[in-house]
Every structure is written in C-alpha cells, then in structure tokens.
T-cell receptor, first 114, second 110 residues
Framework: SQKIEQNSEALNIQEGKTATLTCNYT??????LQWYRQDPGRGPVFLLL?????KEKRKERLKVTFDTTLKQSLFHITASQPADSATYLC?????????????FGTGTRLKVLA | DADVTQTPRNRITKTGKRIMLECSQT?????MYWYRQDPGLGLRLIYY???????NKGEISDGYSVSRQAQAKFSLSLESAIPNQTALYFC?????????FGSGTQLSVL
C-alpha cells in the first residue's frame, strides 16, 4: 500500500538545539515534497518545497533534505526556539488518474523547551 | 482579511441533518481542495476542483458532495450527517505548488 510516515510521537528538545523530523514514504514517485507547520486550531502553513532533483533546500533556520532513493525527507530546525513548537506535516504531490494532488503525513508534534 | 475564508468556524449538528461548509478565496487560484483532519489520521482529501467545471473525488468522498459556484467559492455538503463525520475540515487553494489553507471548521455531529 502507499503511505507516508512521520514519527507520531512528540519530539521534545531543548532550546538552542537542532530539531530533526523525518518523513518516509513508500510506493510514490513524487516530483516534489513539501513541509508545513500547523499550530493548534489553525490551518497548515507552507514552509518549504524541495524538488526531486534537489538534495537540500534552506530557508533561514530551516533545512530540508530529500533522498528519492531512500524515499525519505529530513526537516531540520537549527537554533530552535519555543516559538517553533508546533506540528510539522510533510506532503507529497502525486499523480492520480492523470491529475496532480497532494497527500499528507500525520505530522510530528515538536515541543521546544525553554 | 484572510485569503482563504471558511464559514462557519464551529458547528454542532445532529445525526441526519444536512450541513454545508463554505469556502471563499481572494487569491485568484483555480485549484481548490477540501480536507478533513482527524487525530492520528492526518489530513485526508475529500474533493478537489481544478476549475469551475472540474470536480474530482478524493480518497474519502463517500457521504460528501461539493459545489464550485465560482472560481472563488467551493462548498462542501454533508447530505445526512453521521457522528463519524465529526472532524476538523479545511479548505485549501493552490497555485500549482504550495497549498494555502483556511482556518478550518470544527464540525461535531451528535
């Protein structure tokens, strides 16, 4: 079956450390992968997109890697802050019946401790 | 003003009632989506529309219907609500890559 897996357990880290979140997928060949942030009671907000021919993408304190051989993306937040506490979702674009659509992982909840 | 607006924000209804959730956007995007989010299951696609004349079922469309009244409006209906449709519902728009989400509608079916 096709699926996207993110660590369902919450990740607790100390302020200032680097948080690393994992997204694994099976049986898909996405053209790109995205990461979103979701705060409680709010809609997800786009953070970063990485294409299949890119190994790494950075934006300020965020870094995403994409290994299409391993079918895995890693999402890093360096110098983490309590304000980074949220749930982080990965999403793939897939082609289904000739049209593109997005599917999401279940998300990983990150808590940065002061 | 929000770019993607969902109404209502919260709704409590009874089993068997017809419910409509509305979504409007000012982003000028052609593509619109309805997702539901349940704890432990993540976001699941209900329906999507790539333009006014194009409506497609997602992975969990049973029990739902949609209407794309205009480029800016995409509504989701539950013809006869049941308790397992209790969830957080999100509308989203797309510019071919990233998605822009509304603030969600928390629906409770008693």
């Amino acid at each position: 079956s096709q699926k996207i897996e993110q660590n369902s357990e919450a990740l607790n880290i100390q302020e200032g450390k680097t948080a690393t979140l994992t997204c694994n997928y099976t049986n898909y060949s996405p053209a790109y992968l995205q990461w979103y942030r979701q705060d409680p009671g709010r809609g997800p907000v786009f953070l970063l997109l990485i294409r299949e021919n890119e190994k790494e993408k950075r934006k300020e304190r965020l870094k995403v890697t994409f290994d299409t051989t391993l079918k895995q993306s890693l999402f890093h937040i360096t110098a983490s802050q309590p304000a980074d506490s949220a749930t982080y979702l990965c999403a793939l674009d897939i082609i289904d019946s000739g049209t593109y659509k997005y599917i999401f992982g279940t998300g990983t909840r990150l808590k940065v401790l002061a | 003003d929000a770019d993607v607006t969902q109404t209502p924000r919260n709704r409590i209804t009874k089993t068997g009632k017809r419910i409509m959730l509305e979504c409007s956007q000012t982003k000028g995007h052609d593509r619109m989506y309805w997702y539901r989010q349940d704890p432990g299951l993540g976001l699941r696609l209900i329906y999507y529309s790539f333009d006014v004349k194009d409506i497609n079922k997602g992975e969990i469309s049973d029990g739902y219907s949609v209407s794309r009244q205009a480029q800016a409006k995409f509504s989701l209906s539950l013809e006869s609500a049941i308790p397992n449709q209790t969830a957080l519902y999100f509308c989203a728009t797309s510019n071919d890559e990233k998605l822009f989400f509304g603030s969600g509608t928390q629906l409770s079916v008693l």
